[in-house]
């Protein structure tokens, strides 16, 4: 270990962030200024990687949990080689840049998860150490074990003060998963001062509680981290977690180890203290140290044989087992090719819960997608979603498909996320959409980092009945299809259940909602033959009329139910009913399809049992919309439907009365 040259890669990343951050005039300085050291050890010392390929399926994952430290990441992606160049480095937080003020999975070579939201990345982390145990498993052979890799995570005190965070590392810990190592960067600062003013806390004691192995050293103390990190590897029951003492902002001459280094620019004077107290030469700006340079211009011929041997090694894995390196392609390559005919048939009249038909859709796909694993949390039996004889995943049983998540869904969707990041597997999990409220920050990260993970929450509505209104979703609906990426989807019936499943797995570019009832519902017929190709585009004609409507009842979900018995009874007028399975995907169709199925010179009814918003344009006042702008009641869920006015009786007089 070349300590000069690590002091000297350290002391670079120190000069390209104070430069970056002054350059935009915006960023966080303190974070890579005080981590400079484990930056360089990391990406010098520890990770496995080659910045040449940086998709290499057994590559370390480091993830940058505290992402305002992007700088950091950025610095040492540059100069260990990843196609980061110093023109990007200088480009930090503009527009179009690759070098944006949290990292962009899929943006930039290197970064493993779009962090930003505190507490995420260390969870994402959680399900990329999850999908490595899960995989190795899967395709070692003792001879030749191609999954091997090691997840790291650089985490900060509001890491560990964010919730989600707290769940994904207690599960983390019940898991045992023996190759995730946190280092933990406690340098008691946050954006309003001291963390004294709101965080006393044990951390260790709590990972400890955990089940975790608990480390500590000092930030600068590279061989001594080394030490640890060897410590921790040894350790193969537990995650580690290593509480590293650091000085934010270390090497400002004014402000080390205060707030005001936190979150903004040094400004002129006190960045020209900092560059000179590390050596930087008067009047250099976005320096690197020449001794930097040469030290990974050295590391590259190591590393590229590490890569190479493990590609020799892999290929002729792929001789030996043919089969499972059929299996690895289909599992990594992600596309999906599903049989023409339904994966379940429907009787037409046959009443099922659609969380019931969901769950038997999910246990066909299972069969066919060896790789598709997920769970609830806590709520499987409620949910549908366990797969049938398929095993429970667990500290000893790396080849089960069921997860139990506990009751943590913020951590579920988090843990997920990681899953999807690692690659391999498609995950997917599940809850009551009441309680999509408690995931919604993970949601919205897997819907701006494209992640395809699914989501499947039940017990959509009021409908859910004697558990009352705190478990009835009336809100949630609007809030998910608010989420730009996030694909809805709420299928009116089991035919439609089986689509939407279907239009899910099919999905690569982003996250889908499946919004599925607790109520049976039977299977009703459809108008329109080629109802399974039109829905794809995210409507139909359900129930048509003779010649052109007078009214259109477009309805989501349980609702298409009641809104075919209303238009059976309104005899003396033309009405279509159609059944919206997405609202974002009819939205994006052309106007001619949209007037095909919804005419210009008809009354529009929508009818939904949730709130309105979202379904009136501004100023319109001619769609009437028939749904529940408050929260909803406890008792029987016909009951609380005929007190709400989600009947067919009732949708049937407001339409009479138009309003």
Not at 213 to 228: A, E, R
Request: charged fraction near 20%.
């Amino acid at each position: 270990m070349n300590l000069p040259a690590l002091s000297a890669v350290a002391n670079s990343v120190r000069s390209l962030a104070i430069d970056a951050v002054e350059k935009a005039k915006s960023g966080h300085p303190g974070l890579p200024m005080g981590c400079a050291e484990l930056g360089a050890l990391l990406y010098g010392e520890l990770l496995s990687h080659w910045p040449q390929d940086p998709q290499w399926a057994n590559r370390d994952r480091f993830v940058l949990s505290a992402g305002h430290g992007c700088m950091l990441l950025y610095s040492m992606l540059h100069l260990s080689g990843y196609d980061l160049s110093l023109d990007d480095v200088r480009n930090f937080r503009q527009l179009g840049s690759r070098t944006p003020g949290h990292p962009e999975w899929g943006l930039t070579p290197g970064v493993e998860a779009t962090g930003g939201p505190l507490g995420q990345g260390i969870s994402n982390a959680v399900g990329m150490a999850i999908a490595e145990r899960i995989l190795a498993s899967k395709f070692n052979t003792p001879s030749r074990p191609v999954v091997d890799h090691y997840t790291y995570v650089l985490a900060s005190d509001g890491d560990m003060m964010e919730g989600v965070a707290s769940e994904a590392c207690s599960l983390a810990g019940h898991l045992g998963l023996g190759k995730l190592i946190v280092f933990y960067d406690s340098n008691r600062i946050t954006i309003e001062g001291s963390t004294d003013l709101a965080f006393s806390e044990n951390v260790l004691k709590r990972f400890e509680g955990y089940g975790w192995q608990t480390l500590s050293g000092d930030m600068y103390d590279m061989p001594g981290i080394v030490s640890l990190v060897e410590e921790a590897r040894k350790e193969t029951g537990k995650p580690t977690i290593i509480q590293l003492k650091s000085i934010i902002g270390r090497g400002a001459p004014t402000r080390a180890g205060t707030a005001k280094v936190h979150g903004e620019a040094l400004g002129p004077e006190e960045s020209a203290g900092a560059k000179k107290a590390i050596g930087v030469p008067d009047g250099c700006q976005f320096y690197v140290f020449p001794e930097a340079t040469a030290y990974f211009k050295d590391k590259q011929p190591s590393w590229k044989k590490r890569y190479e041997d493990w590609k020799k090694g892999f290929e002729a894995w792929r001789s030996e087992n043919p089969a499972l390196a059929k299996e690895w392609d289909a599992w990594y390559g992600g596309a999906v090719t599903l049989p023409a005919e339904p994966l379940v048939a429907f009787k037409p009249g046959e009443s099922l819960a659609t969380r019931a038909s969901g769950g038997q859709v999910l246990n066909a796909l299972a069969r066919l997608m060896p790789n598709l694993i997920g769970g609830s949390a806590d709520l499987a039996p409620s949910n549908n979603t366990n797969l049938k004889d398929m095993g429970d995943f667990g500290k000893g049983a790396p080849r089960g498909r069921n997860f139990h998540f506990g009751i943590r869904e913020h951590g579920m969707g988090a843990i997920c996320n990681g899953i999807a990041y690692h690659g391999g597997l498609r995950p997917f999990c599940a809850t009551f959409l009441v309680f999509s409220d408690y995931m919604r920050a993970s949601v919205r990260v897997a819907a701006i980092a494209r992640l395809p993970v699914v989501y499947v929450f039940t017990h959509d509505s009021v409908f859910v009945g004697e558990d009352g209104p705190t478990h009835e979703p009336v809100e949630h609906l609007a809030a998910l299809r608010a989420i730009p990426n996030l694909l809805v989807l709420r299928p009116g019936d089991s035919e439609e259940t089986e689509v939407a499943w279907r239009m899910a797995i099919e999905r690569r570019d982003g996250p889908t909602a499946l919004a599925l009832t607790r109520q049976g519902i039977a299977v009703y017929p459809k108008a329109d033959a080629q109802w399974r190709a039109t829905v794809r585009r995210g409507a139909y004609v359900a129930r048509d009329c003779d010649g052109t409507p007078d009214t259109v009842i477009i309805a989501t979900g349980s609702e298409v139910s009641v809104a075919l018995q209303a238009a059976a009874a309104l005899t003396d007028r033309k009405v279509r009913v159609v059944s919206l399975l997405s609202r974002a995907l009819f939205d994006a169709q052309p106007m001619d399809f949209q007037r095909s199925l919804v005419p210009p010179s008809a009354r529009k009814v929508v009818f939904e049992a949730g709130v309105s918003f979202g379904w009136k344009a501004v100023a319109d006042d001619s769609t009437l919309v028939v749904g529940i702008d408050r929260f909803g009641e406890s008792g029987p869920y016909q009951k609380v439907a005929e007190h709400l006015g989600i009947t067919a009786a009732n949708l049937e007089k407001r339409i009479r009365a138009g309003k």
